[in-house]
């Protein structure tokens, strides 16, 4: 064992001395000890897990890297399963969401500056992977500065898999693990395509370093035409908006892409904004961060990016990761390449999502393809959200016509429903009750059983079996 350790350490000072880079190590072994992160500023409290972050190159002609954060599970990671998590927007950091304020362990206080841990992190059950993406999100670069304003569905699958190929080079005791992705909003698109092209990758390769097992996603964009139907019911239904105005979005906006809509629909748009007033639109009944956050003029424009946050819960959570994440000595500890980062570090990028490219109407033709595949595919919906809420997710599982296996029936979660679930051959729908966009920050342990469930690929707990237990 110890003369193992002695080749390891001096394995490491070879590629020390010899290689001005060290970032950029050949040795992937080495790479991965590097991007250990010894300790984070304002973390008060100690961990039982290891955690590591740093760049994978995905595209050396252009120079694009992909920045990661990999936490294990608190307990036993060899035994438990990987799942990468995604954020939306197009152009909002998966560390700046799903780490900071939804499923991952460290979480940020309101000075800014101190950590605490997130009781229901989903790196209880699961080796929790976050990746920024594509080119120009959270700490993403490229050294192509023209690929920050190029982006688009297609190239984020195919940098985002070949980040994976790499990755599971880095971190080779990962090989062959159960691998599941999940994400929110926009990811919608990535999880999905992402899954895709792993599928397609592993049966033209018969490769199986990815051993892709399902995918999950909430508040996803899915299906342009449902998801706008249901978007426009559910503001009239709630009360949000006037009958008249109604009408007119799903005249001007049904059949329009929800990334880049028409002059026509933005000026509905703008008039349902006047109506709505100043509310959360990413969760409906819970106050909004600050005066200026409602739908605004630029509403379809910023729909699907997540953000705006509210709860219980700090409305304002969302802010104090700006503060954190540009503390230079934060960005240290992180192993940020200070060249390359930007010059502030944002939660979303608004010329990733403004200059967005390729955004194909529905994703529903690759659902077929991976329900035919075999995948486990569950989607959820936190059902205050306004944004891609639960009328437009139930639109677009329906226009997949799969024969339901079960009655439609509530799920509990201590004796009381945390939701309502649907399986299908093929798909579990499971919604989240007084749940906004983000579902996992609204409802944390609501959405832990969610992933328990999902990982064990168990229907959503019934209230006979939590009497059972
Ligand atoms: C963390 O662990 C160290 C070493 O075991 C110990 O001295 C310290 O008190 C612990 N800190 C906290 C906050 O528990
Ligand atoms: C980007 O350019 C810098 C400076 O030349 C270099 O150190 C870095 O490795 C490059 N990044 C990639 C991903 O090629």
Redesign the pocket.
Known sequence: MLSLKWVFVLQILFTLIYLN?P??SSDPLVQQRLDKVQHLPGQTFNISFAHYSG?V?V??DS???LFYWFIEAAEDPSSKPLVLWLNGGPGCSSIAYGQSEEIGPFHIKEDGKTLYLNPYSWNQVANILFLDSPVGVGFS???TSSDVSTNGDMRTAKDSLAFLLKWFERFPQYKGRDFYITGESYAGHYVPQLSQAIVRHNSATKAKSINLKGYMVGNALTDDFHDHLGVFQFMWSAGMISDQTYKLLNVFCDFQPFIHSSASCDKIMDIASEEIGNIDPYSIFTPPCSVKVGYSNQLMKRLIRVGRISQRYDPCTEQHSVVYYNLPEVQQALHV?A??APSKWATCSDEVSATWKDSPKTVLDVYRELIHAGLRIWIFSGDTDAIIPVTSTRYSVDALKLPTVGPWRAWYDDGQVGGWSQEYAGLTFVTVRGAGHEVPLHKPKQALTLIKAFLKGTSMPSLEQLADS
């Open positions: 880079t970032t950029s760049y190159t595209n050396e120079g694009r890297a670069y490229s050294n390449y060249d390359n």
